[in-house]
């Protein structure tokens, strides 16, 4: 297929590793050679191996991607860089990870670098090795300082792969990762990192990759255990496709969820139902001085402030709760005369205090028992050994007291006791008295609220801050609460400084991933004003910058490009410059017709993954039905509980954000469906537009949308 010299030489060096790994694997799954001493050890080695085989066997068709060719202590050495690191004990097939050390050499431009063992090493080739089914399929030399250096060879390599059609899922980059993505994935463990990019420069794709990243043993004490990790998308049916990409990142048992269902199952409300009304209001308002009171409500709710606020009103709460409470209670320790425990009221309010100093991550409730617990065992002497038969007969009237003490501190009632008394608001003294009164109104009252047991996206937060100081924020093990090892949040720009300071709670220090894009902002009332602002409650946090775009052909780009510039004077993103086919317009004629007709084009023009966006999802519902007479079977991805597998499908754009397919159909590209004069509907009109690959079609019976037609 290649004429590449070296492709025969390749070839041969692919089949001896594809072998070397087949007898690898053959030599671990042989039970006879695992076994031990007595079954208890030739069990745990026969499972060891089994493992060990079945996280090599997937990469045997595919067992590298590319070589780097060194020269280092005066020896000259060829690294074969994969997906799956592997060790040759028979022969010289090694293959090294590529999210390595070494595996970093690959990606970045550098020429030379510091091996371990010290002195200079020098790059001499990097070399792409396109292999699929254990055949090579062809020979790319990235850089050859024997052929003038580089060869423009990376770029050719990424166009390949991005002229490929889209999947069902996320894909992994591994093979083809750019310098600056690699720098800002492999940015120093422990650090948090913001990562600002555009819309389709790879923030979400990067976001995972560094996960994987931070899974590897080189990382030390910083080295993340993925059931121990959790990623935050906007919505389930996009939680469900970015999730496809973990496997391929040998990544398993990641959380990968959405923020109200994290924060509703860490209440224990999984049935609460989250609404957004500021949304709502100012989507249908057309009275600015509300709209702008439900915005600047909306945005105090969410400031950092509000932490302390809450502290400070459960302070005064608890103490209250305290007063003509304590404990005097008959103990028994084996050879000592019966005992007597005694608490005053007074010595229970210093115990708080103390836990308010201490602030537990498990919550004061946990904090305040311990605290008794130990208080006890200091004061009546108790010897390590009796320890835990105090502990058990102080269990129930401890459990008794705590209830009296936090009676009734559930999150959302006690939120909303919070936001309900000025007093209370006032309280730390944080607050001004124009934010107390700007909290005590109500622009949201004209919007209808669920029947159901519901909170608003702007409350959650407050809740889950009594949530935190009261039962504590975390991972859930068993019944202890943990920090998580690493946390990534897609679309970071919509999550509130508090929710950022409570995520930097429940997560080991500096292991946040912020991926986000200030310029694609649909919820700005929600989200901070900037990347400082998210700074000041990450303590060290790098702001790194994806500066090109990979997603769509340059006309696809270009179309997108006008319509975001006139919102967002940034717009001037630079893709890489792919082309592809005209965007294909088509009015004059009733819709269905029109989409019916748009969905055979793409077809016929070789695309399989298509998508018709529509503004809401009850257009894509009836539009889905009404299709079928028009012989066009598009499946309808309308509620959060539908998933993407690829094919014909039909959804409204708040659930194609994130989602990108071979071909997009914007249904209803007017100006009636999309409002010129609002930003937010031109917003989510770039968001419809930006979801194609390489075919994008705009559709309206009557006149297409100025901006695009
Ligand atoms: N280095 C790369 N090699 C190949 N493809 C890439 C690379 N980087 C990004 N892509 C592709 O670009 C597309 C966009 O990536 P991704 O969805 O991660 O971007 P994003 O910045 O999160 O976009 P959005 O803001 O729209 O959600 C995907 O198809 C991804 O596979």
């Given at each position: 297929?290649?004429?590449?010299?070296?492709?025969?030489?390749?070839?041969?060096?692919?089949?001896?590793?594809?072998?070397?790994?087949?007898?690898?694997?053959?030599?671990?799954?042989?039970?006879?050679?695992?076994?031990?001493?007595?079954?208890?050890?030739?069990?745990?080695?026969?499972?060891?191996?089994?493992?060990?085989?079945?996280?090599?066997?997937?990469?045997?068709?595919?067992?590298?991607?590319?070589?780097?060719?060194?020269?280092?202590?005066?020896?000259?050495?060829?690294?074969?860089?994969?997906?799956?690191?592997?060790?040759?004990?028979?022969?010289?097939?090694?293959?090294?990870?590529?999210?390595?050390?070494?595996?970093?050499?690959?990606?970045?431009?550098?020429?030379?670098?510091?091996?371990?063992?010290?002195?200079?090493?020098?790059?001499?080739?990097?070399?792409?090795?396109?292999?699929?089914?254990?055949?090579?399929?062809?020979?790319?030399?990235?850089?050859?300082?024997?052929?003038?250096?580089?060869?423009?060879?990376?770029?050719?390599?990424?166009?390949?792969?991005?002229?490929?059609?889209?999947?069902?899922?996320?894909?992994?980059?591994?093979?083809?990762?750019?310098?600056?993505?690699?720098?800002?994935?492999?940015?120093?463990?422990?650090?948090?990192?913001?990562?600002?990019?555009?819309?389709?420069?790879?923030?979400?794709?990067?976001?995972?990759?560094?996960?994987?990243?931070?899974?590897?043993?080189?990382?030390?004490?910083?080295?993340?255990?993925?059931?121990?990790?959790?990623?935050?998308?906007?919505?389930?049916?996009?939680?469900?496709?970015?999730?496809?990409?973990?496997?391929?990142?040998?990544?398993?048992?990641?959380?990968?969820?959405?923020?109200?269902?994290?924060?509703?199952?860490?209440?224990?409300?999984?049935?609460?139902?989250?609404?957004?009304?500021?949304?709502?209001?100012?989507?249908?308002?057309?009275?600015?001085?509300?709209?702008?009171?439900?915005?600047?409500?909306?945005?105090?709710?969410?400031?950092?402030?509000?932490?302390?606020?809450?502290?400070?009103?459960?302070?005064?709460?608890?103490n209250a709760g305290l007063k003509g409470h304590g404990l005097n209670e008959p103990l028994e320790v084996p050879g000592r005369a019966p005992l007597t425990f005694t608490l005053t009221e007074a010595d229970l309010a210093g115990l708080l205090r103390d836990v308010f100093a201490q602030d537990p991550l498990d919550g004061y409730r946990a904090g305040l028992r311990r605290a008794i617990e130990a208080e006890a065992m200091d004061r009546l002497n108790v010897p390590e050994e009796h320890a835990p038969g105090v502990r058990r007969q102080l269990s129930t009237p401890l459990t008794t007291l705590l209830g009296r003490i936090f009676a009734g501190t559930t999150p959302v009632t006690e939120a909303r006791r919070l936001l309900g008394d000025p007093d209370a608001l006032k309280a730390s003294g944080l607050l001004t008295d124009r934010e107390v009164q700007l909290l005590m109104t109500d622009p949201l009252s004209g919007i209808p609220t669920p029947r159901r047991a519901h909170a608003d996206a702007t409350e959650l937060p407050v809740m889950l801050a009594v949530q935190a100081f009261t039962g504590g924020i975390g991972r859930a093990v068993g019944r202890t609460l943990e920090p998580f090892d690493h946390v990534v949040l897609d679309e970071a720009q919509d999550y509130s400084p508090l929710l950022y300071a409570l995520l930097g709670r429940a997560t080991r220090d500096g292991h946040i991933t912020a991926l986000g894009d200030l310029n694609q902002g649909m919820h700005g009332y929600k989200g901070p004003n900037n990347w400082e602002a998210v700074q000041a409650i990450l303590p060290g946090a790098q702001v790194l910058t994806l500066s090109r775009t990979y997603r769509s052909t340059r006309q696809i780009t270009q179309l997108g490009a006008r319509i975001a510039s006139t919102y967002n004077r940034a717009a001037d993103v630079h893709g890489v410059d792919r082309d592809g086919a005209e965007v294909q317009r088509y009015s004059g004629a009733p819709e269905l017709e029109l989409l019916a007709r748009a969905v055979k084009d793409a077809q016929a023009a070789g695309h399989e993954n298509i998508a018709i966006v529509t503004r809401r999802g009850i257009d894509a519902d009836r539009l889905s039905e009404a299709l079928r007479d028009h012989d066009t079977d598009a499946q309808p991805i309308t509620t959060q509980e539908h998933r993407y597998r690829g094919g014909v499908v039909i959804l409204p754009v708040n659930l194609a954000k994130g989602l990108e397919f071979s071909a997009a159909i914007v249904a209803s590209a007017n100006a009636e469906t999309y409002d010129e004069s609002t930003e937010y509907e031109r917003r989510l009109l770039y968001v419809s537009a930006s979801r194609a690959l390489h075919w994008l079609a705009l559709v309206s019976a009557g006149e297409l949308h100025p901006l695009i037609a």
């Open positions: 297929m290649s004429t590449h010299p070296d492709f025969d030489l390749e070839k041969e060096h692919l089949a001896g590793t594809v072998a070397a790994m087949l007898r690898q694997i053959e030599f671990w799954e042989d039970r006879d050679r695992n076994a031990g001493a007595d079954l208890e050890t030739s069990i745990i080695m026969a499972d060891e191996a089994g493992e060990h085989a079945a996280m090599l066997s997937p990469h045997v068709h595919q067992p590298y991607f590319g070589s780097l060719k060194v020269r280092a202590g005066g020896r000259e050495q060829t690294l074969y860089i994969g997906k799956h690191g592997f060790q040759d004990v028979k022969g010289p097939h090694h293959v090294v990870s590529w999210d390595s050390e070494v595996g970093s050499l690959f990606y970045t431009q550098a020429l030379e670098w510091t091996p371990r063992r010290g002195g200079k090493g020098v790059i001499r080739r990097r070399r792409q090795l396109d292999v699929a089914k254990k055949q090579l399929m062809r020979v790319t030399d990235l850089y050859d300082d024997e052929r003038g250096g580089d060869t423009g060879g990376r770029e050719e390599v990424l166009l390949r792969r991005l002229n490929e059609g889209s999947t069902a899922g996320m894909r992994d980059v591994v093979e083809t990762l750019q310098p600056e993505q690699n720098e800002a994935m492999r940015y120093p463990a422990g650090t948090p990192v913001i990562i600002q990019g555009a819309a389709g420069s790879g923030k979400t794709t990067i976001g995972f990759h560094r996960l994987a990243w931070m899974t590897n043993r080189e990382r030390g004490v910083h080295q993340a255990r993925a059931e121990a990790c959790m990623v935050l998308m906007p919505n389930r049916v996009l939680a469900a496709y970015a999730g496809r990409i973990l496997p391929e990142l040998d990544l398993h048992a990641v959380n990968v969820t959405t923020p109200e269902t994290w924060a509703t199952g860490l209440l224990g409300l999984e049935k609460l139902e989250v609404t957004d009304r500021t949304l709502s209001l100012l989507l249908t308002d057309r009275d600015n001085t509300r709209r702008a009171l439900a915005w600047r409500r909306a945005k105090l709710l969410g400031d950092a402030r509000m932490l302390d606020v809450v502290r400070t009103h459960l302070w005064h709460r608890w």
